[in-house]
């Protein structure tokens, strides 16, 4: 089966500096990948959709300068939380999605980073 | 407004009962999934069902999709402490002309022994 990694699993930072968050497919291709934001208890909720080599498209309420997002490669994204305050805590949860059926394909999940701010 | 909801969204229930989770959306979708989280865990994928009528099964788990009523049900036959875990259902649907899946709110399942 397809398989999606993150890196790292957990993160611990202060308040008002940036972190990064890898998502990566392992062995197969990406052309679109998804970042999901997950609260205690809440469900999953789509932040942004990126596509290899384009800007990423951004859900509405999510900040884009905020929330800077990478897909560079059809194996690579990454997400990056610039300036974090305690109320971007959560758990960030990336999918990949194989390119070559459109929204037909599965999305696979990668393991989700847990974000703490202090 | 599009969204997928769940009910229950709590379900306490005994070891060896059935009972069923139900999963409404409020438009038209190609497919819908079915996913399981353990707490801190990321989603393990149960079902994809895709046609209406479509009915799957793994072990103590039925899934169910009935297009025309815009439902899915998963189905816990004689239920075991083990499936205690975060139940989602999400629906691929059709928002400002890009496919995205929307998750319900989870149903979080408790099997006492």
């Known amino acids: 089966g397809a398989v999606v990694s993150q890196h790292p699993s957990r993160v611990i930072c202060k308040s008002g500096t940036s972190v990064k968050i890898e998502c990566r497919s392992l062995d197969f291709q990406a052309t679109t990948m998804f970042w999901y934001r997950q609260f205690p208890k809440q469900s999953l909720m789509l932040m942004a959709t990126?596509?290899?080599?384009?800007?990423?498209?951004?859900e509405q309420g999510v900040e884009k300068d905020k929330f800077l997002i990478n897909h560079a490669s059809l194996t690579l994204s990454t997400l990056t939380v610039t300036s974090a305050h305690p109320e971007d805590s959560s758990f960030y949860i990336c999918?990949?999605?194989?390119?070559?059926?459109?929204?037909?394909?599965?999305?696979?999940f990668g393991p989700g980073t847990r974000l703490l701010v202090l | 407004e599009l969204k997928v909801e769940q009910n229950p969204l709590f379900l306490s229930m005994q070891e060896g009962k059935n009972y069923t989770i139900y999963c409404n959306y409020s438009?038209?979708?190609?497919?819908l999934y079915w996913y399981r989280q353990d707490p801190g865990k990321s989603l393990e994928s149960l079902f994809v069902l895709l046609s209406n009528g479509a009915v799957k099964q793994e072990g103590r788990l039925m899934a169910s999709l009935d297009t025309k009523a815009r439902l899915s049900t998963l189905h816990i036959t004689a239920a075991v402490h083990d499936l205690s875990a975060t139940y989602f259902c999400?629906?691929?649907?059709?928002?400002?002309?890009?496919?995205?899946?929307?998750f319900g709110q989870g149903t979080r399942l408790t099997i006492n022994p």
């Open positions: 999918s990949a999605r194989r390119g070559n059926q459109g929204y037909q394909e599965t999305q696979y």
């Open positions: 990126s596509n290899e080599g384009s800007k990423a498209t951004y």
């Open positions: 999400a629906a691929l649907l059709l928002i400002q002309g890009a496919q995205k899946l929307v």
């Open positions: 438009t038209t979708s190609d497919r």
